[in-house]
């Protein structure tokens, strides 16, 4: 593996998720594979999980580990090809990821979309200028359109309770919020279930927040909640803004939130959310609180999915 952005990068989903499951069993097992190399992580935005959970694992494989909360404490950066810099921004993506690609083995980022423009986001132009112009792997840490870290924990947070049994019916679900967030999470939460095919994916959501086909390909649409959650073995929650137009709430229905009554026909699923969640605005408190709710176990399972990503790389560099 050179790069980690997307599951385009991964030759077998099935074999990674074992690799997570086992740096899960035995932590250390690996522990020399990093010794003397560096990884970098930027943040552009916001993070806990990501960021922590990174960390961890690196340590595990014995790198060193240097975080620049580069929003907050570099220069503003550029990513537009030929502008004249006579505005805010002070330094091109050109010079920093060159200049950052020469203190690191690999570099890590995390960026958010502006919800602005489709086209720009969905171009990934932060993110693959990095590619471009760092000349070492790097990885994601979530970007505009894609969080291939958290889907592959949570592929194996799925895998980890069916183990050898059948087929589970994973049933993606949006709920309410009150900000437009990304379709990071479920764009490559779908596109991995796909591609791993070893779970049925529905997903739900209300009229008009249809995510891009490019990730969901196959998966059932079915904007009927009820019916969707019918049988479901996992709920995975989530909230998106809608993608055509672009980066808008259409509707912030109480309805949709989950709640113990909307896990009746389910087969007992489990809850699952990337977080961080809003309580009581996605899903209620008696479901976070009750025994359905894997959130936690899920987000520990960040760890592991983070080292299996940086062994992969580490082989490589
Ligand atoms: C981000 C998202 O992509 O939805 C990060 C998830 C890992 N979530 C948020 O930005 C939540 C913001 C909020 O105000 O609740």
Redesign the pocket.
């Known amino acids: 593996m050179k790069n980690f952005l997307s599951i385009d990068d991964v030759s077998d989903p099935g074999a990674l998720v074992e690799k997570a499951l086992g740096y899960k069993k035995d932590p250390f097992r690996d522990k020399q594979l990093g010794a003397g190399k560096t990884l970098g992580m930027l943040f552009l935005?916001?993070?806990l999980?990501?960021r922590v959970s990174t960390q961890v694992a690196a340590r595990n494989l014995g790198m060193e580990v240097i975080i620049f909360n580069i929003d907050k404490e570099g220069w503003q950066l550029e990513f537009v090809k030929g502008v004249v810099m006579d505005g805010k921004s002070t330094e091109h993506v050109k010079e920093a990821a060159a200049v950052l690609g020469q203190y690191f083995d690999i570099l890590s980022i995390r960026t958010?979309p502006d919800l602005k423009n489709k086209d720009e986001d969905y171009a990934e132009q932060v993110i693959s200028q990095f590619v471009k112009y760092a000349g070492v792997p790097v990885l994601s840490l979530?970007s505009a359109t894609l969080?291939p870290l958290?889907s592959l924990a949570d592929l194996m947070t799925i895998q980890e309770i069916t183990g050898a049994s059948r087929r589970p019916r994973v049933v993606m679900t949006w709920a309410p919020?009150?900000?437009a967030?990304?379709?990071?999470?479920p764009n490559s939460f779908a596109q991995w279930m796909v591609r791993w095919n070893k779970a049925d994916l529905v997903i739900t959501h209300p009229e008009g927040y249809e995510l891009d086909k490019r990730f969901t390909g196959p998966a059932v649409i079915e904007i009927n909640q009820e019916k969707a959650l019918e049988g479901a073995d996992f709920v995975y929650v989530?909230?998106?803004s809608s993608v055509e137009p672009y980066g808008q709430i259409l509707t912030t229905d109480p309805s949709w939130m989950i709640t113990n009554k909307k896990l009746q026909n389910t087969n007992h699923a489990k809850v699952m959310h990337?977080?961080?969640?809003?309580r009581n605005l996605v899903i209620a408190d008696e479901v976070l609180d009750g025994k359905n709710s894997i959130v936690v176990q899920q987000a520990g399972n960040r760890v592991w999915a983070a080292q299996a990503v940086l062994g992969e790389i580490l082989k490589n560099t």
Do not use: I, Y
């Open positions: 935005n916001p993070s999980r990501t958010f979530e969080h958290q919020h009150v900000r967030l990304p379709q990071a999470v989530k909230n998106w990337c977080l961080p969640v809003r």
